[in-house]
């Protein structure tokens, strides 16, 4: 019997109210900070500049976010995406400075390898019935140890051609930065997979009830595998793009992005829908964090502060995920 | 000392609980209308009714698990508000759910005082033993054999029962709500249970009976309750109390028949089964199941029959033997397989097994047929007005009772959840659909409406397999039933021979030949 814990005592109108604040809360949030950040500094902080600065910044975080989505749909963790991101950053650079690879083939192979880790990563979870968080947190591991196997624990950093580092710098179309570009492809691209296809009607089902996937004829580890695939293979693109923002391959420069990506797709869990995971809110999540850290940027607020943000910030929105789950279900 | 007159011998009982003018709506949908209960103490209370005709609400209302919109509650004769399941058990009353709750790695005993208060040793520590010496007669009282240390988890559902009633007496409650008891106990546990219930009523503890078995109402029940559309229609007792009042104030109209007129005789075989095994649940089991027949699966729970469901959708594999489809061989190594190869299966589980409670009935329609749905032939994509069109469709082939194809799933009653889990092979036409206890926990109408579904499907040519522990079920809807006993199939009943009667018989049979004289 699901216990809907203290809502279900509450008035009709209490319900209605608390319902639309778990469902419309983090886009209110994100309009509230907009709005402060605005009014207290209108010459820095609502800008055309600022804002493309920042979604441009922000884009390789999303686009991380959006791949973990993907794993979370399924109803799996991927602890390894930080990690692997740095692995490819390193790799990437190697394969073009040490082994003088197209830069095009280079980011293909990097591609297919992040593929190849959400393979690994879905074998394991699914054939062996290892908990998807350990599983991840192993691969993880072990490809910080393979990033410092390759680098040694060096970043490259001389020769790296100004042609890759385009990749992140350059706008090549309508004067947009490029991360924006490969952002919004990304996201169309997977929001299109979830809500329109045969595939993401499955992804979906396995997500909400494995058993019953499974019995209606869905092969449930196929569609785990994919999961982590497609959250392996946006490991892979972050971390090119983070290399080539950087200009070099350095280890543990992605790490970061693991704890990024996890509030953002929780805080989009809370968006919209009762607490499930969906594309169009990991898309607003990363943009409350990142907006939230350019506003304390600007204020010139210290480190510290940051990190008491985002952790809070992840708390608020598994908080506000909860809420609407049992709002839904009471 | 004047003889007091006989009439006023007995006082008017004060009821244990009277609840009347009870309304509570979700959203749109009006559960309970003016209802009333009343339930005296140390009677067993029959609650009967169609699903959806508001038992689950009055009984969510009654545990503090929900609150009314409107009426009033009187525990003993004061006025109470129900607040929460605490002030339920502090009221005296105690609620085993349909899923039973118990923590599967404690042992007996700890699940028996879980939530409860429990004595101290001096130090401040849980005196198990002295708990031990109290429970002891409470024990004996329900009749659990199982050691006190046993894990929850190795014992039957019919053992886990008895731990739910012995939690309500060790907590001195006055009522015991049971809300459909037998729905997964044996029939040989249901006869201990019915016993358990008697000696609860003989000894001042009232209980409220909630159940589908009409059988089990008319033999336990002084009084029963009917619900239907949320008003409580009749409450009947003494001569007035059968089965054919129950069945009317149920529907509330005539009840229809199942017509057992077949529409095509049984075509050729579709699959045939060979010494299929798998231990030690399945020991031997052949059969052939035809093109455009019914053909059910009878037995005792635990007989196998879900068992050899599982070999036949690729669930599990089996040790030994084989099947064959239209004469291939058929081997599925997961559902997915056996769906490919034209299986279809209703499984018995439906709010775990069978559907995404959370999503849509358009969604759950939809799950594992999407090819339907494709805006084109040759893009990936799906067209949302083509499924909710086809969803439309199949709400009003199915008479699903439904607000839109958008609602969740997860709010319909549970003849209509079926419903939906049967209507996602509509579409699909598999060549054999495998039903596993179809009408479990459904009410007498939707049960109507499934048979006749299921009977439709085999006039199209659709062979259809259909496992049930209802011996009632079998004979109105098959055309032939196969008996499983210890995971054997000891019987083929057809024609005239295929009789209630005989479905129990077989079932026990086999049972007795192994007892040694």
Redesign the interface.
């Known amino acids: ?1 699901s216990d809907a814990g203290y809502t ?2 509450l008035s009709p109108s209490t319900r209605a109210a608390l319902g639309v604040f778990a469902r419309y809360g983090t886009i209110i949030g994100l309009l509230v900070m907009i709005l402060v950040f605005s009014f207290l500094s209108p010459h820095a902080f609502p800008t055309y500049n600022n804002f493309i600065n920042v979604l441009s910044q922000a884009s390789l975080a999303m686009i991380i976010a959006g791949g973990l989505t993907m794993a979370v749909i399924v109803g799996e963790l991927d602890l390894s995406v930080g990690y692997a991101a740095s692995l490819h950053g390193v790799l990437v650079t190697g394969l073009i400075v040490a082994n003088h690879l197209p830069i095009p083939v280079a980011v293909l192979i990097e591609l297919a390898l992040g593929a190849l880790i959400g393979v690994v990563n879905g074998v394991i979870v699914t054939k062996l019935k290892v908990n998807s968080v350990i599983a991840t947190l192993g691969v993880g591991t072990v490809l910080v140890g393979l990033s410092f196997a390759y680098s040694a624990g060096v970043p490259i950093v001389s020769g790296v051609p100004e042609s890759f580092l385009q990749l992140a710098l350059g706008r090549w179309l309508f004067g947009i930065p490029n991360p924006i570009i490969f952002m919004a492809l990304v996201f169309g691209g997977l929001w ?1 997979l979830v809500e ?7 992804i ?2 396995v997500g ?2 494995p ?9 449930v580890d196929r569609i785990k595998i994919l999961g982590f695939v497609l959250s392996g293979m946006c490991a892979a693109l972050t971390g090119t793009l983070l290399a080539a923002r950087l200009g070099s391959g350095t280890t543990n420069a992605a790490d970061s992005y693991l704890l990024t990506a996890f509030a953002a797709v929780f805080l989009g869990s809370a968006t919209l829908r ?1 607490g ?1 995971f969906h594309i169009l809110g990991t898309l607003i999540g990363t943009l409350i964090i990142v907006l939230g850290f350019n506003g304390l940027n600007i204020f010139g607020a210290p480190t510290f502060s940051q990190f008491v943000f985002q952790g809070a910030i992840l708390i608020v929105a598994v908080g506000l995920a909860s809420l609407g789950r049992s709002l ?3 | 000392m004047n003889p007091v007159p006989t009439s006023m011998a007995v006082p008017p009982a004060v009821p244990f609980v009277a609840a009347s003018a009870i309304s509570k709506s979700y959203g749109g949908a009006q559960a309970l209308r003016d209802a009333a209960l009343c339930v005296l103490p140390g009677e067993v209370h029959g609650l009967v009714g169609a699903n959806g005709a508001g038992k689950s609400t009055l009984i969510r209302i009654l545990a503090g ?3 009314p919109d409107t009426g009033e509650i009187a525990i003993e004769g004061r006025p109470a508000a129900i ?2 399941p605490h002030e339920a058990s502090g009221l005296g009353m105690s609620f085993i ?1 349909q ?1 039973l ?1 118990f923590v599967p790695d404690m042992t007996v005993l700890e699940n028996i005082m879980l939530g409860l208060p429990k004595k101290k040793t001096r130090l401040g520590l849980v005196d198990w033993a002295a708990i031990q010496r109290d429970v002891a007669p409470i024990i004996e009282r329900v009749g659990i054999t199982a050691p006190l240390d046993a894990a929850a988890k190795s014992l039957s559902t019919a053992e886990n029962w008895l731990i739910s009633i012995a939690r309500a007496l060790v907590w001195k409650a006055r009522l015991i709500v049971m809300d459909e008891p037998t729905a997964s106990l044996s029939a040989g546990e249901c006869r201990k249970l019915f016993s358990i219930v008697r000696g609860l009523s003989a000894s001042g503890v009232a209980v409220l009976y909630v159940s589908h078995r009409l059988d089990e109402i008319l033999d336990l029940c002084s009084r029963v309750t009917v619900l239907r559309d949320g008003r409580s229609v009749a409450v009947l007792d003494g001569p007035d109390l059968t089965r054919r009042r129950l069945v009317q104030a149920i529907v509330g109209g005539a009840v229809e028949h199942l017509s057992k007129a077949r529409d095509a005789a049984p075509g050729e075989v579709i699959l045939s089964v060979r010494g299929l095994r798998r231990l030690p649940r399945v020991a031997q089991a052949s059969f052939d199941l035809r093109r455009g027949e019914v053909l059910g699966l009878g037995g005792l729970v635990g007989a196998g029959r879900s068992e050899l469901a599982r070999l036949l ?1 690729g ?1 599990d594999r089996p040790d030994a033997g084989g099947m064959k489809i239209e004469g291939r061989p058929f081997a599925p190594r ?3 397989g ?3 190869a034209g299986l279809g ?1 209703v ?1 018995e589980e439906r709010r ?8 849509s009935i358009a ?1 759950n329609l ?3 047929n ?2 339907p ?2 805006a084109s032939p040759v893009l ?3 067209s ?1 007005r083509k499924r909710a069109r086809l969803a439309q469709a199949t709400i009003h082939d199915l008479s699903i009772k439904a607000r839109s194809p958008e609602q ?1 799933v ?1 709010r319909l009653s549970g003849g209509n959840q079926q419903k939906v889990v049967i209507g ?1 092979w509509l579409r699909s036409k598999p060549k054999i659909l495998i039903l596993d206890e179809p009408t479990r926990g459904v009410d007498i109408g939707a049960r109507g409406e499934i048979h006749r579904l299921i009977r439709e499907l085999a006039g199209q040519g659709m062979a259809v397999l259909v496992i049930s522990s209802e011996p009632d079920e079998l004979p109105d809807l098959c055309d032939r039933v196969l008996v499983m006993a210890e995971g054997r199939i000891v019987r083929e009943l057809a024609g005239a021979d295929l009789t209630r009667s005989a479905i129990i018989e077989a079932s026990y049979a086999a049972t007795e030949e192994r007892v040694p004289a």
């Open positions: 019997m279900r005592r299109l329109r296809t045969a595939i993401g009607q499955e979906q089902a909400g009830n058993a019953a996937a499974r019995l209606a004829g869905i092969n009762d499930e839904a279900e009471s | 698990l929900t609150q607040a929460s759910h899923e709750a959708y669930a997961t559902p997915a056996a769906v490919r299966l499984p775990t097994e069978g559907l995404l409670l959370g999503k969604f939809s799950l594992g999407l090819t749905l494709l990936p994509f799906i949302p969740p997860g996602r």
